[in-house]
């Protein structure tokens, strides 16, 4: 059974950083992608960054492309999700995710196994 405990969420000013870690548990991650999607209050959920374990491939959506970096690091069997510049509209619960093909996708509908979620929250 795949487990993934998210943590690293809180209250950050805008223009500030957070770093969301994303620990997996349960089975070797060789062959699978990771992602992190997010949802805010009121929206469905959406692609925020993905990433290919075996290769190391990501994926950004738009909206945080350049201020985002997602990455892991196996021998921690962690991924990362590294947010800076953040904004108001960042504001969201953020979830890790994992599908066991090694390509990430923003369908969240593709994704096996999610996390609990951790709150973030941007304040203006």
């Known amino acids: 059974q795949v487990q993934l405990v998210e943590s690293g969420g809180g209250l950050v000013q805008a223009g500030g950083s957070l770093r969301l870690s994303c620990a997996a548990s349960?089975?070797?991650?060789?062959?699978?992608?990771m992602g992190w999607f997010r949802q805010a209050p009121g929206k469905e959920r959406e692609f925020v960054a993905g990433?290919?374990?075996?290769?190391?491939?990501?994926y950004y959506s738009d909206s945080v492309k350049g201020r985002f970096t997602i990455f892991r690091i196996k021998v921690k069997n962690t991924v990362y999700l590294q947010m800076n510049s953040l904004k108001p509209e960042d504001t969201a619960i953020y979830y890790c995710a994992a599908r066991a093909p090694t390509i990430a996708t923003p369908d969240e509908g593709e994704y096996d196994y999610w996390g609990q979620g951790t709150q973030v929250t941007v304040s203006s």
């Open positions: 349960g089975r070797t991650f060789s062959s699978f992608a």
């Open positions: 990433i290919s374990w075996s290769n190391g491939s990501r």
